[in-house]
């Protein structure tokens, strides 16, 4: 008989809802001070320019360097990956002369989702997300997206592996129109491909919802009760990323910015529809997982409460049949039946026959 | 006596609620690839085309033929069963000039309700429902509708028998004002055959939960909470498809594409009021259910507690009469009723009367 | 000792929230099928046509009458009573120009409330509400307006009497500025009447609230929560029918047609806010209800443990008196309290003081 | 032993959320029937006329009179207190030119807030609350109030004090810089006096809440969950009265009425601001009722659990000592400890044993 | 064993939630009365009057002086700390030239936050938040922002110490690019620097739910539950106030004043996103903390629940021993057992078999 206690697993940690903002309050804006976690490994800045079959792939070691791709007439792609070197960020900001404001979000790890139009380019911030190995977790990554006019910008955390491969080798290999289009719908190719990654977790999600129901049916454990809130707990952190996206990507298509051309509003409103069906999928399971609560609670009540039933019937039982045998034990001088033959038989049969009676009583009532 | 299993039929299957997204994250936008379930029947192209008195109907082989029909001035239906032949949609597509964002749309069977205008064409995309034999759970069908200017296109995933069967028959047998009509009306015929088998779902839904309420109140079981909450489910199912569905068919009825006639406005404003009627109807199932589930907790937790309760009641009758008997059963020398003659009928006398005093004091205080 | 059942009422039918569509699924649409309960009484046409004091009052025998009614100067009511011969209604809508879709909205008696503006006429349909004997359930009747430029037709289920007599009476006796006014003030005189008969329906509720919150302070029954929850399905079912009628008279409102004139939108702008205040009724009804039932359960849930309360409590009692006498019932053969003279006296002394031991203790708890 | 009641105060009456009225369903339109309860009281008329320092001060017997104060050029405040004589009030409607609507809902006193703009005045109807003796239930009083070009009219219930009286004292003693201004700013000061009292009445059942809440964590009596019932019930009542007030201060503030100066405008939207504050707090208000209803329950059943907890451990470490002694108590011939010298001490020693025993392994558990 | 008290702790004070309105209801508008509490420092009037590297920092004592700032060029700074002498503060509002309501709204600190635009200057006022020592409470201070063409004023509770210091330091040292920037900028700061002190709020505030999650799942105690309803109803209290924030801020970037500059609309849009994200993190805290309620008392109620399962199965075990035993105990002559020579420990035997049966039965069930 152990102690009960209800949930064993630690939940999962609080902190990944809401990521410390290290800069001190009151702090000048525009200071740029990254917000997320300390890396040893180095920034990598690597540049993919193309244009139709030629395409150019290297690493660049001078951030100024990037000043020199504004008057290219090819499409650049300047892939950063890990912010924890502000310099560097700040030195390819200034080269490419990004508002002070626009660093500060980009190092800002914690940054809403969200879509700003400036004079010369477009910025877009919002979040990617990978599963972590419990398969239970999600860890978030912040990218932000700066859309020039013959270059694209993507600033990555840098916490899982190379995201982007894909889109890369589809550049590389010319396959797809993507090197024939204009910068804008080299954006709508990494937008789309973060909302992908929505989808995988949510499948993930999706079952282990469905192997929890079962659970639920057949063997409600305490950890499910964990597993469910853990859930629950993660779809309010998809749900407060992913509603400000759809507003982002919204304002997006419908933005008027020429650096987004016409063709490729079409491919926006197509990643639009995905966001809405992300959302919707998140709200549809937050109602399941808060009816499977409920449903989990009564059933866990019902069960201790069937238990307790079950052991009142048998004290109830065999209460009245230790009464008749008290009974027998009193030391009145006079009591005939003590005297009879079959005394002994008889009050058994008597004690016999009234825990039948209740037993049958309670089967006609369904109690048991 | 059993474990106590709250629930005993299997919950309906999860997956229906987000189908597994096949085609791996971040493959390049447009790739066609089908996302529902495989099937062995071929796919069949049947073509209705009709102006007037005269009606050809045959099956289309070779899908490239549809290219012709965009020039003709009769309405063509071409009407295709079963997506799981990529290249035929593929070829379809391609010779009616459809965007390959469409394509994809049309294959990826996992569509929230829509309604785009393109230049040539619009395309809609909505959800028809099946109820399965076992009358609780809801099959959907994605069916995609392109509008063009003399033809009308839909994609059907065919999991049922022919759906639009008795459109058919009518256009074939020249009933009605179909056939005089220009391919909208044909439109709006098909889209609300659908939303009729979207009120035929919610009547069987009805009638559930008239048997569960009656259920509730004469006696409820076990798995009455499990239909209850498998029916409230199949409402989160219905409203997750059908909230876009009342968007689109709004739209549809303000668009300003000149596909659509002013005078099927009025018919699609027909159809957009009984939209919302199955949602409001969905909204009042999901309340009532909600209702009930309460309803349901707390009687049998009431039924459970009452069942305790007269437990209780028959081991405090005995506990008294019990001590009294141990008192009787006591080794003093000197007790004075032992030695009395009707002593033992004594006792048995005052045991009645504690037992009868208790009951009569119960019966006062309404307990039993 | 019955089984507990927990309610014994039967609810209110279920039917009534969703009244079967009687077409089949898939019929061409503007097909006239009646969807209300068949009646034996013939359908009744009634004509009420006036100008200032002439008034002329009688029954239309050939729907095709009405058409004349068009052409004259003064204001006609065809006033319908009855709808299951659709016949007579078709003839009467031809007669009248109406487009086929008005016609099956006016036979299909499940419609949501709403207003539809036609080149020659406006079309109006809500429901109207009669208290069942029972005082507990409504019964819904759909009431059809259409509005033309000289004449207005009125169509009912025919459930009830005459409803509209009051009105008829006024025209009748040429009381109040009615006679003096346009159809469209008669419109407004009608839909005012229907409201009416909202505030009658909720102000019945009110008192069966109200009866319901002492019923809950005094002696919350069985039957109460059955009360409590028919109420509330009650609620959902007004608040389904009110919320889009109040839209219907905004857009009455605020329309633009010409057959509204100016003076009277001060009165559809009166009947606007009664509608509102329908519904705020109907919403602080439903919060209350809901307050209700949760105050219901733990009251009932309480009082059953109070009385478990009292149950142990006896027990506890007894149960170490019993213990102290069954040590004086064991068998050693060295006892010395068994041989004292009073040893039988002092056993029960014990047992006395400790019964009151525990009583006081439990006073003192305030357990008792 | 009582039989357990679990609330013992009657409720607040439930008539006040919803005032019968009293009119016939089906009266004509514009019919003047007061709502509002009979009073025994003759109705006062009291005028106020002023212009910078000059003021008149008397009542008014001849409502006739009031069509001569449309054309003075001084500010005539037209205070009526109560409501049941309706033909002065109908007099005062004619002399003023008033709508037949707008006298009929001046009489009807369960009106919705609002405000109407007529061509030569402005209508806008509001509640004023007062606290009744018992400080926990609050007592509507209807106020309209007619702003013309040179004159206000007021009409009150009647139900409590001169509720202006405050205002009157400013103008006749010529303090601040009400004698200065046009009518509309006396109509600005009466509604804001009027929110004042909103905000009096909301602090009372500040300190209520707080009062409650102390309650709650010290010793959460039955009565406790009544009182915050009826609290969370005024709360609805409140919301339902200031809503719509909210909408009507906003049309006021941003209408395009000449009635309305420029300079009044600042001053409504601060009415404005204080309204919303009122709504906010309301709101608030009632999230913190439902909190505490949560916790009240929670707390009510746990304490009841814990007594029976207590209960039952009393009985579980008798039980054992009894069956101990029941041991030694059976009549077989050969039992070795009963013939040991110390067997009566030794079994007493046991018995303690075990029920120490019991009682340290319930401590070890922390179950006492 | 002492009386159960479910919360021991006292609650946070309600007061805060609605402080007091001193003014007496009715007052004329525009009275100044301070509604804070009352202090005993003087308060203290600073001008930091700069304009590029010229910087003046002194105390102004006659608060006439002020009005001479208005002429001026450079950038003047007025920060009042302290309310509580309302004759400097009207002093103070006369030479700024502002609106009487303005001055009661600085007053009065109950104000909900807002932005209202005047000829020449646009009024702001928001809460600061300060966490009390006990840092489970927050401690709001009103501040008032005056924007002028060529000042600044600020009004605090001044409740806590210089709460500016910071921008104050960056304007003396001249860094970063205020002192080069119009009075609008610093307004930028200013509400920067508050809405920074909602994050540090939050950050502890999450700590403190991170903390409260895992006690919830090692151990739940009593306090917990008053712990999470204390941070419930702080969350309660911030979000009344944030959520007017957020509009206010939203008028101000929106907004046409040309006191505000171009760039720094690019700022304040800064501003609204981090309001933004408080807004969202604040709903997401309220969302985990309900959740967190109904985790903690459904396993408070399991865990007693959990008690009185294991005490009921100990008690079930003995009881059927104590049968046995009360068999053997009874006194008929004929009763072969206890003739024989192991009779007694037949008779231990059968009731340790017994009691052993019961066990395994109960392990099998899963009951222990």
Redesign the interface.
């Known amino acids: 008989?152990r102690?009960?206690?209800?949930?064993?697993k630690?939940?999962i940690?609080?902190?990944r809802?809401?990521r410390?903002?290290k800069?001190a309050?009151?702090?000048?804006?525009?200071s740029l001070i990254y917000t997320g976690e300390k890396r040893v490994e180095r920034v990598t800045v690597n540049l993919l320019d193309y244009r139709g079959n030629s395409v150019t792939d290297r690493k660049i070691v001078d951030p100024a360097e990037c000043a020199n791709l504004l008057q290219s007439d090819t499409v650049s792609w300047i892939d950063v990956e890990g912010l924890h070197e502000t310099e560097t960020i700040q030195k390819i900001g200034e080269s490419l002369n990004l508002?002070p404001?626009v660093l500060e979000?980009i190092l800002n790890v914690?940054?809403?989702a969200?879509m700003?139009e400036f004079e010369d380019y477009v910025y877009i911030v919002l979040k990617m997300f990978h599963l972590k190995e419990n398969e239970s977790e999600i860890a978030p990554e912040q990218v932000s997206i700066i859309l020039g006019k013959n270059y694209v910008a993507t600033f990555q955390e840098g916490i899982e592996g190379d995201t982007f491969q894909?889109?890369r080798e589809?550049i590389r290999n010319n396959?797809?129109i993507?090197t024939k289009m204009t910068p804008d719908y080299l954006v709508?190719?990494i937008i789309?491909?973060i909302i992908?990654?929505y989808?995988?977790v949510?499948?993930k999600f999706?079952d282990r919802?469905?192997t929890l129901?079962?659970e639920?049916?057949?063997n409600?454990e305490k950890q499910t009760?964990?597993e469910i809130?853990r859930l629950?707990?993660e779809m309010?952190?998809l749900r407060?990323s992913v509603?400000?996206l759809r507003e982002a990507i919204s304002r997006l298509e419908r933005g008027e910015s020429e650096l987004i051309t016409r063709s490729t509003h079409?491919?926006l409103?197509?990643v639009y529809?995905h966001t809405?069906?992300v959302l919707?999928?998140v709200e549809?399971y937050r109602?399941?997982l808060s009816?499977m609560?409920?449903?989990y609670?009564?059933?866990?009540?019902?069960?201790?409460?069937?238990?307790?039933?079950?052991?009142?019937?048998?004290?109830?039982i065999?209460?009245?049949?230790?009464?008749i045998?008290?009974?027998?034990?009193?030391?009145?001088?006079?009591?005939?039946?003590?005297?009879?033959?079959?005394?002994?038989w008889f009050?058994?049969g008597i004690?016999a026959m009234v825990g039948i009676a209740?037993l049958v009583y309670f089967k006609m009532?369904?109690?048991?």
């Open positions: 008989m102690t009960p206690t209800v949930v064993k630690p939940y940690k609080l902190r809802l809401f410390k903002k800069k309050a009151g702090l000048p804006p525009g508002h404001l979000d914690d940054q809403r969200k700003e894909e889109i589809r396959k797809g993507i709508y190719s789309d491909s992908d990654s989808f995988s949510l499948e999706g919802i469905e129901e079962e639920l049916v057949n409600p009760l964990t809130y629950k707990r309010l952190f407060k509603w400000p079409l491919y409103r197509d529809d809405i069906n919707d999928t549809t109602d399941m009816g609560i409920d449903i609670l009564s059933s866990i009540s019902n069960r201790l409460n069937e238990t307790m039933k079950y052991l009142a019937l048998i004290s109830t065999f209460i009245p049949m230790t009464f045998a008290s009974i027998y034990g009193m030391n009145f001088e006079i009591m005939p039946e003590l005297q009879w033959v079959h005394g002994y009050a058994l004690m209740f009532k369904k109690w048991v």
